[in-house]
């Protein structure tokens, strides 16, 4: 979603606004933006669509030293040159960039700025304005960011530049991730700490609604009443060239491959010297002390939400309730006596989930996230975290930190388990490494997986993955896959309930993709696609091996019955990946998507 990033220093600013922009392009976005300030005043460059399009209209000629930036994904009005950030006052004093959503603009609007003439369709046109409007009125630019930041309801991460004092950036917070970065004489301002790892990887965090006075030497952070905060710095513990695609042509495809690492580098992280499972005393006792277990999430974490479910309640015996995050936030289930959240996102930044965390926290209930990021909001707002360790996934379409997620429910399910005091005869740590091995014959099978793609994916409008108990929830994610990398329609749906309606649907060279791992629901899935065959679909089934028949198109190795969506999800990630590749689609950055979503 939205990105931002800021600079002050002393080197060339546009060239580091650009290119801390192209680090944030896989968060997706529609229009780009910057706007760079010198003694001719401050020059705003922005245009629909990608940075490349955006570099193609700065002026290299213009220098300058201080400097805002943005990646727009449309929510107040379409994609376009005008609504892209940053805007500006009608005196084009101040300038500004804004990640959110201001959900009370139209009020501010009629109460404070009625006769002021708006350019765009933007919430975000409202901010400078009114800073602009409270500065007229005698305020400094601190005291006006300051009163109009006070007025906002919604979220908002924003930059704003005084073309009358070009030595200061005023930055602010609510709800949306905001990070300043410090260096000798420069300081920096970026959503993400990826984006400015070109310049420092000393950080520090803002809270929300304070606000930050960053100039050359010092970044103040205030409250919005003006009362001045201390906070340290941390070092952002990540390795620029883990940003980078290396050889290989995207993201997507390298965060596959990475998969069996990422397994390795989570056995490494979670097994202590002598060999058992490695978890905070605090997580165990949060975990083995919950009546029922509510795991909150969002698209495929929610997927990986729904596998966790079946580990806990499978080698643990606690109940948990798998729900979408923008579901239960405003449908609340009646709750149980002592209830434990689980937040499980990748990105630790999806709003869905943080209004939910937001109201658990209000009922005194405990929560854990479960993330790639650990500094993220999500994880510093719930009272423990799990790391994931899948390093940076910068593809829109999430691999690796959903196999990771799983391997981390697998972990926490059977430390949950033996702290209960329940018999287990399931290692996860060792089990793991076998998938791990599982995991690498497949990326070294894409020519067979190119191939599947090609025959069952080429010309169909439409897919259907269909399977059960645990496969089905594999199923779901294969579907979300393909849909949002290839745009073809695909729909996950569990064996048995396709003859309830959805088989409608089946007409002749219709691809259905079935998936076997569990030998008790085998033969039942195996008869549901009969079923679909029998009514002319095209069908490309995953057995394992110890269940495999002649024509199943791929086996997957014999992996534990609870791991089994760790490494049969891969086949699905890969055909979808060759799938939408040969449909020319943008794999890494899909349409109308976003890495980090960060409005409701
Ligand atoms: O960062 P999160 O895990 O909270 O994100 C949740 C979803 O937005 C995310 O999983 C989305 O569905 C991915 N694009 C799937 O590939």
Known sequence: MCGIVGYIGTADAKEILLRGLEKLEYRGYDSAGIAIANERGVHVYKEKGRIAALRDVVDTSEESVVGIGHTRWATH??????NAHPHQSATSRYTIVHNGVIENYEQLRREFLPHVNMVSETDTEIIVQLVDSFAKDGLTTEQAFRKTLSQLQGSYATALIDNQDQETIYVGKNKSPLLIGLADGVNVVASDAMAMLQVTNEFVEIEDKEIVIVTREQAQIKKLNGDEVDRGSYIAELDSTDIEKGTYPHFMLKEIDEQPFVMRNIISKYK?????????????????????????????????????????EKIA?????????????????LLSDNPLFIFISQSGETADLRGVLVNVRQMAHPSLTITNVPGSTLSREADYTLHT??????AVASTKAYTAQMAVFAILAVDAAQARGVEIDFNPLQELAIVAN?????????????????EYLSVSRNAFFIG??????????????LKEISYIQAEGFAGGELKHGTIALIEEGTPVIGLATQKDVNLNIRGNMKEVVARGANPCFISMEGMEEEDDAIVIPKIHPYLTPLVSVLPMQLISYYAALH??????????????????
């Open 317 to 333: 015996g606690i109940p948990v309730e798998t729900h979408i995050a923008s579901e239960f936030l405003y449908n609340m289930p």
């Open 272 to 312: 202590a010297d002598d060999e058992s499972i490695k978890l905070d005393e605090d997580v165990r006792q949060a975990v083995t002390q919950a009546d029922r277990i509510y795991i909150i999430a969002a698209g495929t974490s929610y997927h990986a939400g729904l596998v966790g479910k079946e580990m806990i």
């Open 389 to 394: 360790h899948a390093g940076p996934e910068i």
């Open 77 to 82: 009005g379409p994609p376009s040159q005008v």
């Open 468 to 481: 059960r108990s645990i496969d089905y929830y594999v199923c779901m994610e294969g579907a979300l896959k």
């Open 583 to 600: 449909r020319g689609c943008d794999v890494d950055k899909p349409r109308n998507l976003a890495k980090s979503v960060t409005v409701e």
């Open 438 to 454: 599982a995991m690498e014959i497949f990326t070294e099978k894409k020519d067979l997986m190119e191939e599947a793609a090609q």
